[in-house]
């Protein structure tokens, strides 16, 4: 399967640490981006990087992404207890016409 | 950006009974995607639909099961037929943004729970 693959599964973590959250992946691509969904509701992009580039940055959200491994991350400075919902990656393939192929997603939880 | 909105938002359904859902988008779009999310789990394209053509359905998911219309640029709908539990999901509306690198804007999903 061309999907990325997303660890942890889970992450909890108190308000003002930092969150992590990797994926990783098998094939070219063309981009990777990061999503974010609230309690089952529609998902919102948050960050694209291509993949020509190894390092983005977007308010408290920094992604990096090594295209020799394979593998993404995302990071989340100074978390807030709003930060709490589901986060995907999605990779779109070079050619494959604006289709994503979303990962198993990373639950996070930040405790006030 | 692009605001789409989904109808019905959730539904309970009976078994053996399709339902079909609404996707409006507030700007013209060359391409819609429709996407399934089974509890707990990550989601996965069922088709895209172009206007003036059939729906392109992904490896599992049949026309028959899901027929799609897209009668115009802005509105889609996804039908989801003779529902058995296992199709209980969220399903999401999606467009591409203008932008090349196609980001994806989503409608708030309509969740069906089949009895």
């Known amino acids: 399967s061309q999907q990325g693959e997303e660890d942890p599964q889970a992450l909890s973590i108190q308000e003002g640490e930092n969150a992590t959250m990797n994926c990783s992946y098998k094939t070219s691509i063309n981009n990777l981006q990061w999503y974010r969904q609230n309690s089952g509701r529609g998902l919102v992009h948050l960050i694209l990087i291509r993949s020509n580039e190894r390092e983005k940055h977007s308010g408290r959200l920094r992604v990096t992404l090594d295209t020799s491994k394979k593998s993404s991350s995302l990071l989340i400075t100074a978390s807030r207890a709003a930060d709490t919902a589901s986060y995907f990656c999605?990779?779109?393939?070079?050619?494959?016409?604006?289709?994503?192929?979303f990962g198993q997603g990373t639950i996070l939880t930040v405790h006030p | 950006s692009a605001v789409i909105s989904q109808k019905p938002s959730r539904d309970i359904c009976q078994r053996g009974t399709s339902l079909t859902i609404q996707c409006q988008v507030d700007?013209?779009?060359?391409?819609m995607f429709w996407y399934r999310q089974q509890p707990g789990q990550s989601l996965t394209l069922i088709a895209t639909?172009?206007?003036?053509?059939?729906?392109?359905?992904e490896s599992g998911f049949v026309i028959d099961k899901f027929p799609i219309s897209r009668p115009n640029l802005t509105f889609s709908t996804l039908t989801v037929s003779n529902m058995s539990p296992e199709d209980s999901s969220i399903y999401l509306c999606?467009?591409?943004?203008?932008?090349?690198?196609?980001?994806?804007?989503f409608g708030e999903g309509s969740r069906l729970t089949v009895l």
């Open positions: 999606s467009v591409q943004s203008g932008r090349a690198s196609g980001e994806l804007f």
């Open positions: 700007s013209q779009v060359t391409m």
């Open positions: 999605a990779i779109r393939l070079p050619s494959s016409y604006g289709k994503l192929t």
């Open positions: 639909a172009n206007q003036g053509s059939e729906a392109t359905y």
